[in-house]
T-cell receptor
Framework: AQTVTQSQPEMSVQEAETVTLSCTYD???????LFWYKQPPSRQMILVIR??????QNATENRFSVNFQKAAKSFSLKISDSQLGDAAMYFC???????????FGTGTLLAVQP | EAGVTQSPTHLIKTIGQQATLRCSPI?????VYWYQQALGLGLQFLLW???????NRGNFPPRFSGRQFPNYSSELNVNALELEDSALYLC?????????????FGPGTRLTVL
C-alpha cells in the first residue's frame, strides 16, 4: 500500500525568508502524481503545486517549487520569499493507480513570523 | 469559474441520527470524491463517484453511503451517527479520465455529533 510521510509537524519561518517542507512516500507504482495542498484556517484545501512522476524537471509555481527525487521517493516543497498569507497547514499527497484517491501525509503546520 | 461548493457549512446532530451532506462539483467535472478529516486521524478517503456510479470506497463502514445525481452533484449520507463521526467532511472534484491530475476541494462541512 502507498504511504505518505511528513516528518515535520510544525515549522516556522521569518517573513521574506525561505523554508523547505519535507515529504517522503512509498509506492511500487511507476506512474503517479504528487501534490502539495495548503489548508489555511478557513479550512479550504488549496492546490499549491503538482508533479508528474514521469517528468524529471521539478515543478515551479511562482514562489513555490519542489525538489522531486524519484529514486529516493522524496518530494519536498520550497517556499521562497515567505509571506504572512503562507501560514497554513501544508499537506503532501499522492495519487496513483486505479483507485483514483488521494493519500495524504499528516501535514506540516507552517507559521510565518513578521 | 465557480469552485466546488458544499452545504451546509456546519451540521449538528445527536447520536443515532442521520446526516446528509451535499456537494456540487466544478462545472465540467464528473468525478466527485469525499474525504473525512477527523482530529487525530488526518485526511482519509471515503468515496469516489463518477458518472453516477460508486467507483471506489475507503475503509469505512456501510453506514457511510452516498450517491451522485445526473447533474454530477453528490450527497454523502451518514446513518446511525456516532461521536467518532464528528469531523470536517471535504468534497473534491476532477474531470473524468484526467488520469492522475489534481482534485479540487470545496470548503467542507463541519459535522458535530453530540
Amino acid at each position: 500500500a502507498q504511504t505518505v510521510t511528513q516528518s515535520q509537524p510544525e515549522m516556522s519561518v521569518q517573513e521574506a525568508e525561505t523554508v523547505t517542507l519535507s515529504c517522503t512516500y512509498d509506492t511500487s507504482e511507476s506512474d503517479y502524481y504528487l501534490f502539495w495542498y495548503k489548508q489555511p484556517p478557513s479550512r479550504q484545501m488549496i492546490l499549491v503545486i503538482r508533479q508528474e512522476a514521469y517528468k524529471q524537471q521539478n515543478a515551479t509555481e511562482n514562489r513555490f517549487s519542489v525538489n522531486f527525487q524519484k529514486a529516493a521517493k522524496s518530494f519536498s516543497l520550497k517556499i521562497s520569499d515567505s509571506q504572512l498569507g503562507d501560514a497554513a497547514m501544508y499537506f503532501c499527497a499522492y495519487r496513483g493507480g486505479a483507485t483514483n484517491k488521494l493519500i495524504f501525509g499528516t501535514g506540516t503546520l507552517l507559521a510565518v513570523q513578521p | 469559474e465557480a469552485g466546488v461548493t458544499q452545504s451546509p457549512t456546519h451540521l449538528i446532530k445527536t447520536i443515532g441520527q442521520q446526516a446528509t451532506l451535499r456537494c456540487s462539483p466544478i462545472s465540467g467535472h464528473t468525478s466527485v470524491y469525499w474525504y473525512q478529516q477527523a482530529l487525530g486521524l488526518g485526511l482519509q478517503f471515503l468515496l469516489w463517484y463518477d458518472e453516477g456510479e460508486e467507483r471506489n470506497r475507503g475503509n469505512f463502514p456501510p453506514r457511510f453511503s452516498g450517491r451522485q445525481f445526473p447533474n454530477y452533484s453528490s450527497e454523502l449520507n451518514v446513518n446511525a451517527l456516532e461521536l467518532e463521526d464528528s469531523a470536517l467532511y471535504l468534497c473534491a472534484s476532477s474531470p473524468r479520465m484526467e488520469g492522475q491530475g489534481p482534485q479540487f476541494f470545496g470548503p467542507g462541512t463541519r459535522l458535530t455529533v453530540l
